[in-house]
Nanobody, 127 residues
Framework: QVHVVESGGGSVQPGGSLTLSCAYSGLFVSYYAVGWFRRAPGKERELVSCVSNNDGRTYYGDFLKGRFTISRDNTRLVVNLRMTDLRPEDAAVYTC????????????????????WGQGTQVSVSS
């Protein structure tokens, strides 16, 4: 059974930083991607960033403009999302998800390919 657990959400002022962590376990495939999605009130869920486990390819949403950095630790099975220069529009529930594959895959995976999801963690940005 695959488990995905997020941590690190919270409340910050505009311009502040947060690091979200995603710990996952129970995967038995050689290829997978770990992604961070977010959903703000009244908006569609969007892919923020993701990373492939085997070669470290990354994807970032164009709206980020270099403010976020995703990193992976294949030994500890943790993916972190370092968020800097946070803005009120970044406030959302951030959810980690894993997309498993049986062979090398293109990045980023489509949302429907993410089979395993965490519960989400709230990020609030306000003064």
């Amino acid at each position: 059974q695959v488990h995905v657990v997020e941590s690190g959400g919270g409340s910050v002022q505009p311009g502040g930083s947060l690091t979200l962590s995603c710990a996952y376990s129970g995967l038995f495939v050689s290829y997978y991607a770990v992604g961070w999605f977010r959903r703000a009130p009244g908006k569609e869920r969007e892919l923020v960033s993701c990373v492939s486990n085997n070669d470290g390819r990354t994807y970032y949403g164009d709206f980020l403009k270099g403010r976020f950095t995703i990193s992976r630790d294949n030994t500890r099975l943790v993916v972190n999302l370092r968020m800097t220069d946070l803005r009120p529009e970044d406030a959302a529930v951030y959810t980690c998800a894993v997309a498993p594959f049986l062979e090398p895959f293109d990045m980023p995976p489509r949302e429907y390919m993410f089979s395993y999801w965490g519960q989400g963690t709230q990020v609030s940005v306000s003064s």
